[in-house]
């Protein structure tokens, strides 16, 4: 990863997850139980299929209603629809829950730093399973105490690829104002949009999603006994006839999602020339912090790049134990790659990260594992 000058880094990382949490083998007998009794047999057999195969063995829910029987579950309400939860009450459960776990990974990440929250200058909000006004970021000033005069920047609607958005708008920030201190906030309640349609979407949807939040604080790179992940250059890119390909839409119970099976083709074939000019002909990242969208976009980019099981080893984990966080994802699985870097004592090794969201939008960057030896 090319320099020219002091490092800009992730300095602390915080994460937090609900207290709820979903076994998915029970959470789908429970489904295909309530699939049968409404009469849809063939949706149940799709159910189990999908629940089995996607990689994920638990998650967690801001939601204790799903914990119920199907037939007891008004998200699953397949023969009771005028049960089911309405968007206004989802996004009253998202406002109140997505300030207390967004207050604690924002802690963590603070504490993790060793930066006063009196210190941060600007505050990333970001998230794609909720809204409301004054926002998370006016909520999280009052909360973690920080100036009133920080500067907020909330990222909404930007679905999966939105956490590596927040690190590349944080690095350009330090680059131009070396003093900024950067406080990201990942925000995701994607459990509260289950559906209770039938379709293989809706089922898709309900089977790999999990909640939780994740925190950083960007700025230059300081002494610190933890080690440090260095935020290298970054691109950006639209894959061309692929908008369709992801979709995510208001509906009147909750927000409608559409994953096309096409998505990990679709990265094979526009993501290695993209990861191409980015190296610029430089040696190939050591470590790669994937995005687990679905057990298939892992699977895609580790053929292509003939990766080893421990360089997929994070992203499979995050996956399995906490599914697909939506945008909180990505500092989940860095998380799990710095730990398991100053566990084994690595020296400063370059490493890759990738995140994928609607459109198809792609956010790589160059990253480097900076251990603690390596600063004063």
Sequence with gaps: ?????????????????????????????????????????QAARWAGKIFRNCGVETRYTC????????????????SRPQEVPSTEERMEKFRIEAAQLGFEAGSLALKDSRISPGDITHLITVSCTGLFLPG???????????????????????????????LRLSRRMVEHLPQAKVLIVCVELCTLH??????????????????GASACVVGGAHSSERGMLALGRSRTVLFPESADEMIWKVGNYGFNLYLSPLIPQRIGEYVPPEVERLLEGGPAPEFWAIHPGGRGIIDTLQTIYGLSEEQTAASRKILRRYGNLSSATILFVLEAIRC??????????????????????????QMAYVPPASRG
């Design 63 to 78: 939601e204790p209603e799903l914990l119920n029987r199907g037939d007891r579950c008004r998200y699953v309400a397949y």
């Design 340 to 365: 398991s870097m100053e566990t084994a004592e690595t020296a400063r090794k370059e490493g890759i990260a990738l995140a994928f969201g609607p459109g198809l939008t792609a956010e790589i960057m």
């Design 1 to 41: 990863m090319k320099s020219n000058g002091p490092d800009i880094a992730i300095l602390g990382i915080g994460t937090a997850v609900p207290p709820y949490r979903l076994e998915q083998e029970e959470a789908s007998s429970k489904l295909t139980d309530a699939l049968v009794e409404s009469g849809h047999r």
């Design 136 to 166: 998370l970021d006016a909520v999280l000033v009052q909360q973690l105490g920080l100036p009133a005069d920080v500067e907020r920047i909330p990222l909404t609607f930007l679905g999966c690829a939105a956490g590596m958005t927040a």
């Design 194 to 211: 289950i559906q209770h349609a039938a379709d293989r979407e809706a089922l898709f949807g309900a089977a790999f999603f999990g909640d």
